[in-house]
């Protein structure tokens, strides 16, 4: 079979809200196979007035949200542009994740802003975005939805792990691809490092000067979501309920930075417990949290397995050239989310595509 060649901007925006990610990726297909090429990456920072307004969206009105959803799709459609007068490639799609709002799986909705029609109408290319509906309407979590791309783009290790707003895993099992949030990360760690005046802890300076909290540490390895089995998938939610009561209970008690150290020692804790006696190779870690020196230090001792740091774009840009791949296999209506990963009832080619 010839090779197909698609060119296609991927946009992410994560829980962290410290900015979007775009990634313009050039994907080869050869039958089943693909390769990719990052050609240029680059991270548009939110403005303090967008990010007061998406976290504080989730309490907003129904009017904000429909007002919200449209505006950052908008904004989306406006930072291709500029991502495009910088990096001018060849574009046939975009593919935007969108913000998460609202992940309530077990009741049947999940939610990301960032209006396609007008991220489109913007940029004048094809998008495809809301890319988690299609799967929790057949039953699933919606999430997590970059194991396809680590099945097809980055099958040669032996596990992936994101440390983003929440950290996940996936692996292969057997015949299947299994993966999971396993804890929160940076969504529970850059709100402490702020109450020093830092946007997040660079390279865990803040964890290394601390010490663990045994009674804290012990609470959050505790909590029930840690002792369920997968499909499972966590959201702001479950950290508001569950996580923060903890912190709140002992903040006021302990230093910033043993409140740090504890916290970075429960993430580490819980990925070794979410990784399979099975796995063998090596596992690659990209996010965010991949530049926390200390937070890495703290996993390699734990791990059963060696740690690879893949290249900075890799790192940095991983789900946005993930979310990229997921834009491909829905242009070919190749299924794009793994009912093995989430619980769905089949495997499903999610996805809503806007023309310009």
Not at 126 to 137: A, E, H, K, L
Not at 222 to 231: E, I
Not at 295 to 309: A, D, F, G, Q, T
């Amino acid at each position: 079979m010839e090779h197909k060649v698609f060119n296609i901007i991927g946009i992410m925006s994560g829980t962290s809200l410290d900015g979007v990610d775009l990634a313009h990726c050039t994907f080869r297909i050869k039958e089943s196979e693909y390769t990719f090429q990052l050609n240029a990456c680059r991270t548009y920072p939110f403005s303090k007035e967008w990010n007061t307004r998406l976290s504080s969206l989730p309490e907003s009105s129904a009017l904000e949200y429909a007002m919200t959803h449209t505006a950052l799709g908008k904004l989306l459609g406006s930072l291709v542009n500029d991502f495009l007068k910088e990096f001018p490639f060849k574009v046939d799609y975009v593919a935007s994740h969108g913000q998460t709002i609202f992940h309530q799986p077990a009741k049947g909705y999940t939610s990301q802003i960032g209006e396609g029609a007008a991220i489109a109408a913007m940029c004048g290319y094809p998008v495809i975005c809301d890319f988690r509906t299609s799967d929790v309407g057949h039953g699933g979590q919606g999430a997590p939805l970059v194991p396809i791309g680590d099945e097809f783009l980055f099958g040669s290790y032996g596990a992936c792990l994101n440390l983003g707003g929440f950290a996940n895993i996936s692996f292969r099992q057997g015949t299947d691809r299994i993966a999971f949030d396993i804890c929160p990360a940076n969504f529970i760690l850059n709100p402490i490092a702020g109450m020093v005046g830092e946007a997040f802890d660079k390279d865990g300076i803040i964890a290394s000067k601390g010490k663990i909290v045994p009674e804290l540490l012990t609470k959050l390895n505790s909590l029930p979501y840690y002792f369920q089995s997968p499909p499972k998938s966590l959201g702001r939610e479950w950290v508001e309920m569950e996580v923060n009561p903890l912190i709140n209970e002992f903040k006021q008690a302990i230093s910033i930075e043993d409140l740090m150290r504890t916290l970075v020692e429960h993430i580490a804790i819980q990925i070794s417990k979410s990784m399979s006696k099975e796995l063998h190779g090596s596992m690659m870690i990209s996010g965010g949290g991949a530049h926390n020196t200390f937070l890495v230090e703290r996993i390699c001792e734990h791990s059963p397995i060696p740690i690879v740091i893949p290249e900075k774009n890799v790192v940095d840009f991983k789900e946005a050239l993930i979310f990229a791949f997921l834009g491909l296999l829905r242009i070919l209506e190749r299924p794009n989310s793994l009912s093995s990963v989430t619980g769905a009832k089949k495997n499903v080619s999610g996805g809503a595509i806007y023309l310009p």
